[in-house]
């Protein structure tokens, strides 16, 4: 299955924002979804999954309570849901399908273009 991360942007400090990840080929709910994230200069990281029910979900501990994942399988569409943005939020954003419930990064893929995130303080 393909993906493509959409909705990034500049926005400040506190702010809200939402991230679609569009899916096409594979059935989308055969796979788990998840959001990674990678900084300028630094390694790409898990920061959110959803089961391919939906019925589970795990969350870094730098977004808890702040991000909310979901998904639409009627729709191919999974979205992060961003609230109370940090400028460390800064990154850019990459949905990614794994048969796995998983938060390895090398149980993903593959990865499409991902969307930018600039928080500013």
């Known amino acids: 299955v393909q993906l493509q991360a959409s909705g990034g942007g500049l926005v400040q400090a506190g702010d809200s924002l939402r991230l679609s990840c569009a899916a096409s080929?594979?059935?989308?709910?055969?796979?788990?979804i998840g959001w990674f994230r990678q900084a300028p200069g630094k390694e790409r990281v898990f920061v959110v999954m959803?089961?391919?029910?939906?019925?589970?979900?795990i969350y870094a501990d730098s977004v808890k309570g702040r991000f909310t994942i979901s998904r639409d399988n009627a729709k191919n569409t999974a979205y992060l849901e961003m609230n109370n943005l940090k400028p460390e939020d800064t990154a850019v954003y990459y949905c990614?399908?794994?048969?796995?419930?998983?938060?390895?990064?090398?149980?993903?893929?593959?990865w499409g273009q991902g969307t930018l995130v600039t928080v500013s303080s």
């Open positions: 990614a399908a794994s048969p796995y419930i998983s938060t390895g990064v090398a149980n993903y893929g593959p």
């Open positions: 959803i089961s391919q029910s939906g019925g589970r979900t």
């Open positions: 080929g594979r059935t989308f709910s055969n796979y788990a």
